[in-house]
């Protein structure tokens, strides 16, 4: 064959005439060098975003990928996911309702002792002694903590509760109740205090303590006289509308409050309190762009458990960081946890600080996420940059990447820029194994040291090591 003639078969090959059907059509992955070689040859070519698995996962993956159950277990996690509800029943004492003393506190993220608590959740714990008049002085707790004894200490998660940052939970503090009316399945949060100098935070000043103290006396029996008097709020159905209305529910909560405010302000002014205690609590909720975080992250959980113990199921059912450790649960492994260093958010800082004077990730509220909202839906609330830092095509590009990492879409919660695409939901421990993007949470950042409260807010994601080790113990899990 001649080399004019090995030329044009070339050329042939590539425009279809050697072909009874249409040119073909290539898929490549890698450097873009290929691509490009192929593109001059007049061939349609399709790029990948290939690259390889985190080192260390071959074996692992190929075994829970090759598990039959995976497909319908996932699908079945997705459903239960999705179909879901989740409603504020009532406002109720966090003493009774999940059996806590005066020495029992809960706080967020996985298991932690004492001696490895960060600033923030030891400042929270402090406060938290002080408010149920464990000791006199928050100072005075240190010792008691590091005593070992004399107290409980246990992640919210174990109670099927949440915590915001620090998220101690204590006796006296009092509870959203989320239900799903089709299971009676339960879920608590505590209620928000707002932004800045904050228990969750790790504050713990006298006005600290008065506020919560007031939250406890006040606010409390006051949101328990509403809600009940109003019947369930749906609050699937706001969050819905939160992310028509520039909310992301996590660390923009604008319209979600606004929006509970308009259900039970009624109530609230019918509830027979008298008028300067309505009066205050309708200014703290209006005056607390964050209140509805705090709904938001137990329907996030609620629906989320309900998603938990199927077997072969790689989604993620847990996302939670106590300042220390970051920890992942996972609905085919049970209630282990797959824990590995907590990291420093990059974000703005308010005032004086500066990353020096940030404590690394911190509280539950990345449940939010985990439902496919937060950080995952940043498309929907670009207003987000001007409190977490970046840029509106960050927000865009933020969520667009979570679909590579997630098993679906949620069909109530669309992003309007995203042609009212439903939410990424459902993250996939294989799918972030094999394609090492890491989920993208938006946080609140605490400062390092005990007591002195928020320094700012930012991106953050978890370290990469926890996916791998939630990967081996599913392979483990792999009938042979």
């Given at each position: 064959m001649s080399e004019d003639r090995a030329r044009?078969?070339?050329?042939?090959?590539?425009?279809?005439?050697?072909?009874?059907?249409?040119?073909?059509?290539?898929?490549?992955?890698?450097?873009?060098?290929?691509?490009?070689?192929?593109?001059?040859?007049?061939?349609?070519?399709?790029?990948?975003?290939?690259?390889?698995?985190?080192?260390?996962?071959?074996?692992?993956?190929?075994?829970?990928?090759?598990?039959?159950?995976?497909r319908p277990a996932n699908a079945e996690a997705l459903a239960r996911i999705v179909g879901t509800e989740a409603h504020l029943v009532d406002v109720l004492p966090a003493g009774a309702t999940l059996g806590l003393g005066d020495r029992d506190f809960l706080h967020a993220g996985p298991p932690i002792e004492w001696a490895r608590a960060s600033g923030p959740l030891r400042g929270a714990l402090m406060g938290a002694a002080a408010l149920e008049g464990v000791v006199t002085d928050p100072e005075q707790a240190e010792q008691l903590f590091a005593s070992g004894t004399g107290y409980t200490l246990d992640p919210c998660h174990h109670h099927s509760a949440v915590g915001p940052m620090a998220g101690v939970v204590s006796a006296s503090m009092w509870l959203f109740v989320v239900e799903d009316p089709a299971t009676g399945r339960r879920t608590y949060c505590s209620l928000n205090e707002g932004l800045g100098k904050v228990l969750r935070y790790g504050a713990y000043s006298p006005d600290v303590l008065d506020r919560l103290r007031w939250m406890s006396r006040v606010l409390g029996p006051l949101l328990q006289t509403a809600v009940r008097r109003h019947g369930p709020v749906d609050l699937k159905v706001i969050l819905a509308q939160m992310l028509q209305m520039g909310d992301e529910a996590h660390n923009r909560n604008r319209a979600g409050t606004l929006m509970l405010l308009r259900e039970l302000l009624p109530e609230l002014i019918n509830s027979g309190a008298p008028s300067a205690e309505v009066a205050g609590a309708v200014?703290?909720?209006?005056?607390?762009?964050?209140?509805?975080?705090?709904?938001?992250?137990?329907?996030?959980?609620?629906?989320?458990?309900?998603?938990?113990?199927?077997?072969?199921?790689?989604?993620?059912?847990?996302?939670?960081?106590?300042?220390?450790?970051?920890?992942?649960?996972?609905?085919?492994?049970?209630?282990?946890?797959?824990?590995?260093p907590a990291q420093l958010a990059d974000g703005l800082f308010l005032g004086r600080y500066g990353p020096e004077d940030a404590n690394p990730d911190i509280g539950?509220?990345?449940?939010?996420?985990?439902?496919?909202?937060?950080?995952?839906?940043?498309?929907?609330?670009?207003?987000?940059?001007?409190?977490?830092?970046?840029?509106?095509?960050?927000?865009?590009?933020?969520?667009?990447?979570?679909?590579?990492?997630?098993?679906?879409?949620?069909?109530?919660?669309?992003?309007?820029?995203?042609d009212f695409r439903g939410s990424p939901t459902g993250i996939d421990v294989t799918k972030v194994v094999r394609t090492e993007i890491l989920p993208q949470i938006n946080t609140g950042m605490a400062g390092k040291q005990a007591g002195v409260g928020q320094v700012g807010a930012g991106l953050v994601t978890p370290p990469a090591e926890i996916f791998p080790k939630a990967l081996a113990a599913l392979a483990r899990r792999v009938p042979a």
């Open positions: 044009d078969g070339g050329q042939d090959a590539m425009s279809g005439s050697r072909f009874t059907g249409p040119a073909p059509r290539i898929v490549t992955a890698g450097v873009g060098l290929f691509a490009e070689a192929v593109a001059a040859q007049g061939a349609e070519v399709r790029e990948v975003d290939w690259r390889p698995p985190m080192p260390g996962t071959a074996a692992d993956l190929a075994r829970v990928m090759a598990d039959p159950r995976r200014q703290f909720i209006a005056g607390n762009d964050h209140f509805f975080l705090n709904l938001a992250m137990p329907a996030c959980k609620l629906t989320l458990d309900a998603a938990r113990d199927i077997p072969g199921s790689t989604v993620v059912v847990a996302m939670a960081r106590n300042g220390t450790d970051f920890g992942i649960q996972v609905s085919g492994t049970g209630d282990e946890w797959f824990t590995g539950d509220s990345a449940i939010t996420e985990t439902a496919g909202l937060g950080g995952f839906s940043m498309a929907a609330a670009p207003a987000i940059v001007r409190f977490v830092g970046g840029e509106v095509a960050d927000a865009l590009a933020a969520s667009r990447r979570m679909y590579e990492i997630t098993v679906g879409e949620h069909p109530m919660y669309s992003i309007p820029v995203l």
